[in-house]
């Protein structure tokens, strides 16, 4: 079992930054794909950016060029460095790990996960 907490959510003013952080504790070993997805109400949760633990990252097109994703192997820890936020980015954050290493596609679709956090809020007001 895989254990993910996130933090770091907040709200900020479009234009402005938050970096996300997610820490796995448990079976590490099954996190050797991880990644961030949202989901505003009403949506579908997304596929935001993923990254295996050898370094291979995928980023949505949608926040592409404004975040990245990054990850501490030694410290367990997951990050999404978000910047020039937008309004339409608000939603909840979640971190996702599975013991795969995903393709650049898996990356950025929920089904091949198996662990996940329960999320952290992020809004952003115009």
């Known amino acids: 079992q895989v254990q993910l907490v996130e933090s770091g959510g907040g709200s900020v003013q479009a234009g402005g930054s938050l970096r996300l952080s997610c820490v796995a504790s448990?079976?590490?070993?099954?996190?050797?794909?991880m990644g961030w997805f949202r989901q505003a109400p009403g949506r579908e949760r997304e596929g935001v950016a993923g990254?295996?633990?050898?370094?291979?990252?995928n980023i949505a097109d949608s926040v592409k060029g404004r975040f990245t994703i990054s990850r501490d192997n030694a410290k367990n820890t997951l990050y999404l460095q978000m910047n020039r936020l937008q309004p339409e980015d608000t939603a909840m954050y979640f971190c996702?790990?599975?013991?795969?290493?995903?393709?650049?596609?898996?990356?950025?679709?929920?089904?091949?996960?198996?662990?996940w956090g329960q999320g952290t809020q992020v809004t952003v007001s115009s």
């Open positions: 996702a790990a599975d013991a795969s290493r995903l393709s650049s596609w898996g990356l950025l679709h929920r089904g091949w996960y198996k662990y």
């Open positions: 448990g079976y590490i070993s099954s996190t050797v794909s």
């Open positions: 990254i295996t633990s050898d370094g291979n990252t």
